[in-house]
């Protein structure tokens, strides 16, 4: 074997080490937030402690916030077959709607209220979340809190990734 087949499996190995210690620092790091809030993945990371300058009291409270609000969502989701089952039943509603002869605005309406009743229950808990957030940072941080809250909405609308506009900008694309 030569010196340069040598030096290029070298090359090679050493390559394949550094991607693979990358990429597992990457899925590590994505795992540790999976399934978390957004803001409580950025307000109890070591990022958002560091620039916010979070205490280990606030820290605390703020963990015990996200576990609250983090319940109550559980319990009005309910488990994965409650959810299917709700699903079920209302793609069953609102097939039986679609299939009568004759319009029923009162049954449609009813099916609507219903899940804008749901969302304003989310809305609420998020809602109630945020306040009490709120009142653990003071004033020096409730300012960097917004303005970090601020450039990552930017951030998301440039790439795409904020929901409701995303989503909004994107049917927009496809119709023009």
């Excluded at 080490?17 to 990358?22: D, E, H, I, L, T």
């Excluded at 820290?59 to 319940?71: D, G, H, Y």
């Amino acid at each position: 074997m030569t010196i340069s087949n040598k030096l290029s499996k070298f090359v090679l190995v050493c390559g394949l080490a550094a991607a693979s210690v990358g990429a597992t620092s990457v899925m590590a790091k994505g795992d540790m937030h999976r399934g978390m809030n957004p803001q409580a993945g950025f307000l109890l990371s070591e990022r958002g402690i560091n620039k916010l300058q979070l205490t280990e009291a606030q820290q605390v409270q703020l963990k015990a916030i996200f576990a609250e609000q983090t319940t109550q969502m559980k319990a009005l989701r309910g488990d994965k077959a409650s959810m299917k089952d709700n699903r079920i039943a209302y793609k069953e509603k609102m097939n039986a709607l679609l299939a009568t002869h004759a319009f029923d605005e009162n049954a449609a309406r009813e099916l609507i209220k219903a899940r804008q009743e749901k969302g304003e229950q989310f809305a609420l808990i998020k809602m109630k979340s945020e306040h009490a957030i709120w009142q653990v940072l003071n004033v020096e941080q409730r300012e960097s809190y917004q303005e970090i809250k601020k450039q990552l909405r930017k951030k998301g609308h440039k790439k795409g990734l904020h929901r409701v506009d995303g989503e909004r900008n994107k049917a927009e694309r496809t119709h023009s």
